[in-house]
């Protein structure tokens, strides 16, 4: 069910006017997300340096989410199948790290609007340095769904679950 | 009329026939785990869910020079903690593999994190295996029976082969 969801989330959008222009890079993404449909801007902090922040977003994102993940779901009557591609980018400077994920559908979904190079823009996080040890972070995010990877892009910046998500979950 | 011992046979031999239909034909075959057990693996795996379950699974390949691989076998991961012995001062490619299925949902997919390991003479490598609500994880460290000290071994990509 969580995967009829993506191409409807889509159709939704291309219907509602929304999606006549996606986000073709992080900060259009970052104007966009908080006052789009299922679209959110979260902000918390973490007691942890921003180094190590930083650090764990540069080793975990490459790790986790450079990933294709084919996903098949079955009712009595349908049958999807799903190939999507994920591309993670981390950039670190002294005032801010970025992790952005995008992502691509290779098959089973019908893009209605231009699509960026590496794939739609589906979560940017930025952490920013506060003190010694305590480091803001903002994330621009889906507000349904993709919880799995929202709760593992957390878990890296807190410092208490260095997992990866499981991205057929998604 | 068939005696029990022909009856037993003939069981005997569909069963073993079937097992050689499912082996074969899947390509899995059981690692011989024949070594010395330098890797203890302990894993932890929950689904979340009363209506899904989760196997893990670890498949062993033998690096070659040019990185090829070569498939050694399989050994599930379905103890708390299972022994297994690799080559050492040779590259072996470790596949811990996630195989989830959903009942309610009629969905099934499977996931999993590779590593580069070449294991030392001497050292013991005890890897921690976690599949937790949709997280997964997979940690080494690296120890010496008669020597103190420890280290963490970060996972490395097929792509770090040299």
């Known amino acids: ?170 | 009329m068939k005696t029990a011992t022909q009856v037993k046979q003939a069981s005997l031999l569909v069963l073993l026939l079937g097992f050689g239909f499912l082996t074969g034909c899947s390509g899995i075959k059981t690692y011989p785990n024949n070594l010395d057990k330098n890797l203890s693996i302990t894993t932890t795996t929950e689904s979340g869910s009363f209506f899904s379950s989760v196997n893990a699974a670890l498949d062993i390949y033998l690096v070659n020079r040019d990185c090829s691989l070569e498939y050694q076998g399989t050994i599930k991961l379905d103890k708390a903690t299972v022994t297994v012995g690799i080559p050492t001062d040779k590259s072996s490619y470790l596949v811990f593999g996630f195989a989830s299925s959903s009942f309610l949902a009629n969905s099934s997919g499977s996931i999993s994190q590779e590593t580069l390991l070449k294991p030392r003479k001497g050292y013991r490598y005890k890897i921690n295996v976690s599949y937790l609500d949709d997280i997964y994880n997979v940690e080494i460290r690296e120890t010496h029976p008669r020597k103190s000290t420890s280290r963490d071994v970060d996972t490395a990509g097929l792509n770090t082969c040299t």
């Open chain 1, 1 to 170: 069910m969580k995967y009829l969801l993506i191409p409807f989330g889509i159709i939704f959008l291309a219907l509602s006017g929304c999606a006549t222009h996606h986000p073709q890079n992080a900060e259009e993404f970052r104007q966009a997300a908080p006052g789009a449909f299922m679209g959110k801007k979260e902000t918390f902090e973490v007691d942890r340096s921003y180094k190590d922040v930083a650090q764990t977003f540069k080793k975990k994102a490459p790790q986790c989410l450079n990933i294709r993940v084919k996903t098949t779901s079955q009712t009595t009557t349908s049958y999807q199948v799903l190939v999507t591609r994920y591309k993670p980018t981390v950039m670190v400077s002294k005032q801010r790290a970025e992790l952005h994920v995008q992502q691509h559908h290779e098959t089973g979904v019908l893009k209605v609007t231009k699509e960026p190079e590496g794939g739609y823009y589906l979560v940017v996080t930025d952490a920013y340095p506060v003190s010694k040890n305590k480091t803001k972070i903002v994330m621009y995010r889906p507000s349904m769904g993709y919880d799995v990877m929202i709760k593992a892009i957390k878990g890296w910046a807190t410092g208490k679950n260095m997992g990866c998500p499981d991205m057929t979950k998604i």
